[in-house]
């Protein structure tokens, strides 16, 4: 085995080790962040300062990173983090997301209104896949932030439960609740937009 | 979920109500169930007993599977709007050479 190259540190001294780690380790991980950070701004410019702060702190705080654990999620943490900050500086406390625990996720998961306002025209949601990109996008940004960030962290990135949990720091009872409720939020207006497109027949909007 | 979920699935057959339309064999977990679980299923997050038992019920109820599949479809939808996004090549420049300047925390 010539596994030399793989096992020596490029460089000598450890501040040039400390930066070949970060740039194997992190950067590949960039474009999810931006992603992520893109859906949680709404913007391109929003996203791109983001993600260069993101990147920036995750780079100071390097040896707090604890190797072979996943580094997309340690930085989607940081993503998130840096984000609120932003938001509480800016003072926009407009979408604070009330918590009725009573509505819990097993219901969420069994009752489903979108489904029984779609099933005779079209039971098995077909209409999902006519609807363009872009739409699911903005439909996906209109999410008040805390359902946003479940919806994109768990049907976007593909993370589990605990991980978003824990970037999140929230109970997994809670990500669940958050998560099905996005779902059901977005279903909604897609249904709503399938509708008015013609996409499917039927009354758009609440029911 | 909860380990003893399908013994007392079992045990109980089908005592604890809510419809069932697929074959009944005896161990089908009930519609209400199936549909309680239904997201995590899809999310790939219940365990092995648990995972089987909604898919075994999915697999046989005919009132079911719409539903499956329209959570399936939304899913898949979802799944595909992102699979564009990426970072400009501009941003990682940036990013890379704010990097390079800036001093790494040497541990000595």
Known sequence: MTSEDEDTPVATDGDSAHRVNFIDEAIPHMDAVYRFALRLTGTQDGAEDLVQDTFFRAFRAWDQYTPGTRCKSWLFTICRNVFLRQRE??????????????????????????????????????????????????????????????????????????????????????????????????????????VEMGYISGTAGDQ | MKPFDSLRKLFGSIGGGGENHGDDDGVMISCDEAKTRLF????????????????????????????????????????????????????????????????GNDPS
């Open chain 1, 89 to 194: 500086r800016r003072q926009r406390h407009d979408e604070i997301v009330q918590e009725t625990s009573q509505e819990d996720a097993a219901s969420l998961s069994r009752e489903a209104p979108v489904f029984a306002a779609s099933k005779d025209s079209d039971p098995e949601g077909d209409f999902f896949k006519s609807i363009v990109d872009e739409e699911i996008l903005e439909a996906i940004d209109a999410l008040p932030h805390e359902y946003r960030m479940a919806v994109v962290l768990s049907d976007l990135e593909d993370l589990s439960y605990n991980e978003i949990a824990e970037i999140m720091e929230i109970p997994v009872g809670t990500v669940k609740s958050r998560l099905f409720r996005g779902r059901r939020q977005l279903q909604k207006r897609l249904h709503g937009y399938a």
């Open chain 2, 40 to 103: 995590e299923y899809l999310d790939g997050e219940l365990g092995e007993i648990s995972h089987d038992e909604v898919k075994l019920h999915v697999e046989r109820c005919k009132a079911c599977d719409p539903r499956f599949q329209f959570e399936r479809h939304f899913l898949d939808a979802l799944q595909a709007a992102e699979e564009r996004g990426a970072a400009s090549p501009e941003l990682k420049d940036r990013i890379l050479k704010v990097l390079a300047e800036e001093p």
